[in-house]
């Protein structure tokens, strides 16, 4: 037991020197009571994301104090994943005593971190992607108590927005009454929208930010849910950018050659 015991703590410390040797922000958390529902976060980062970057990741700021539901939508490729894992991470170091991978880190402890992320498709071909999302959600509601905290990660987007929308609703809106947190990320806009306007103060809603040129920097910040995710800014990364429209008198006539 105190092999394995040292094995963690110079595991602790050998991942603290890894961050720290590339000028990663790390912190001291400060748990809070269960009931206190807190999550205040400063800077806060994926480690794991930040030790394959050449250079530093992009931390978040955070302020989730005494809202249960922490609702994530918005542009593509913006870092709503990478957020949602920094908060599990996060709240995982914190409870196993660790340092956190931000400058600062309060939140409230949870009886226990569950996740609910989208799979790729079962090569054995016994079942659908809604089957499998839905038989992985039975299991967790099996096991999942009042204090704990789930991460939903695009779930039920395996199915058309309508039904994907309802399922993901009638599942949220249960967890919450049972006393459970929930973070979710979702390009769903129906399941969005309908929180958005049904839970009022009681959550939180954050989009990642987006220049004009579409450009993302990766950060989160709060705001109502929006019917379109940019899916044409990836089109023109991966493309090319469009071609200028012609101002000719034949384009304008519609006359081609």
């Not at 790729?120 to 038989?135: A, P, Q, V």
């Not at 199915?159 to 967890?175: D, K, V």
């Not at 969005?192 to 103060?201: E, I, M, P, R």
Request: aromatic share 8%; proline share 5%; glycine share 10%.
């Amino acid at each position: 037991m105190l092999r394995a015991e040292l094995a963690f703590y110079i595991g602790c410390l050998n991942l603290r020197e890894s961050l720290v040797g590339v000028d990663e922000p790390v912190c001291v958390p400060v748990p809070l009571p269960e009931d206190k529902l807190g999550l205040t976060a400063r800077g806060l980062y994926d480690p794991a994301l930040s030790l394959r970057l050449a250079g530093r990741a992009v931390g978040n700021d955070v302020e989730a104090d005494g809202q249960r539901l922490v609702m994530i939508t918005g542009a593509n490729q913006g870092g709503k994943s990478t957020f949602l894992r920094s908060v599990g991470v996060a709240q995982l170091m914190m409870q196993c005593g660790m340092f956190v991978a931000a400058e600062s880190f309060t939140a409230s402890i949870s009886a226990g971190v569950f996740t609910h992320f989208k799979r790729e498709e079962d090569t054995t071909m016994e079942k659908g992607k809604l089957d499998e999302e839905l038989s992985r959600m039975r299991d967790i509601a099996g096991e999942i108590s009042p204090g704990c905290l789930l991460l939903g990660n695009e779930s039920f987007a395996s199915t058309n927005e309508q039904e994907g929308s309802e399922i993901a609703r009638q599942i949220i809106r249960a967890l919450l009454d049972s006393g459970i947190r929930v973070f979710f990320v979702t390009h769903l806009f129906d399941l969005a929208h309908s929180l958005y306007t049904g839970k009022g103060d009681s959550a939180l809603f954050l989009r990642p930010e987006r220049r004009e040129d579409g450009q993302r920097t990766f950060r989160l910040l709060p705001g109502e849910p929006l019917s379109t995710s940019y899916g044409p800014d990836l089109y023109w990364r991966i493309f090319g950018t469009p071609e200028p429209a012609v101002s000719s008198p034949q384009a304008a006539s519609g006359i081609r050659r």
